[in-house]
């Protein structure tokens, strides 16, 4: 299968970052702008869980290409919340995170940030430090490459697809 070439570079969110730690296939899907089935049962649950959540804190803050889950001040330092249904993806999460961070230093924000996890009562703080940054840099080069292809990565079965909202894009 091919789809068209990109006439631009593809706009990098949190949640291309997120897609580029779980699986090639939704970056390259998303960037196309081929939303996953909003009718996934577990979509329609992270959506609840953010929304149910934290309800004196301000939600889904736009910035850029981004959406905060939650932003808010503590002890005059800006903070970044994302929130989870569960740790199970922590290093997505932690990178999507990083993402936020990330953006908003060059802009000449600094911030820091605070995964929760609610259902756990957990909560990580992650910090911006020069590792993460590169890991980063490098990440938004495998986006706009697998985004600039002319057709999807091949399927590769991971531990995700099971509950992947394009499970019937990929294996129908």
Same mark, same amino acid.
Do not use: C, W
């Given at each position: 299968m091919t789809g068209p070439i990109l006439s631009e570079s593809a706009r990098i969110g949190g949640t291309l970052v997120w897609y580029a730690a779980i699986c090639s296939r939704q970056v390259w899907l998303m960037a196309r702008g081929v939303e996953p089935d909003r009718r996934d049962e577990l979509l329609r649950l992270g959506r609840l869980n953010d929304r149910e959540t934290y309800v004196r804190d301000r939600?889904?803050? =736009?910035?850029?290409?981004? +959406?905060?889950?939650?932003?808010?001040?503590?002890?005059?330092?800006? $903070?970044?919340?994302? $929130? #989870? #249904? !569960? =740790?199970? !993806?922590?290093?997505?999460? +932690?990178?999507?995170?990083?993402?936020? &961070?990330?953006?908003? /230093?060059? %802009?000449? %924000?600094?911030? #820091?940030?605070? &995964?929760?996890? *609610?259902?756990?009562?957990?909560? /990580? /703080? $992650?910090? &911006?430090?020069? *590792?993460?940054? #590169?890991?980063?840099d490098r990440i938004y080069e495998e986006i706009r490459a697998i985004a600039s292809a002319a057709s999807p990565p091949p399927l590769a079965r991971c531990a995700y697809c099971r509950s992947c909202a394009y499970g019937e894009w990929c294996w129908s």
């Open positions: 939600h889904d803050i =736009s910035f850029g290409d981004n +959406r905060f889950d939650i932003l808010r001040e503590e002890g005059g330092t800006l $903070v970044v919340a994302e $929130v #989870k #249904k !569960s =740790s199970r !993806s922590m290093a997505a999460a +932690r990178l999507q995170l990083g993402h936020y &961070l990330y953006e908003l /230093e060059k %802009q000449g %924000q600094e911030a #820091k940030g605070v &995964l929760l996890f *609610p259902q756990e009562r957990r909560r /990580e /703080e $992650v910090l &911006l430090d020069e *590792p993460l940054r #590169k890991r980063l």
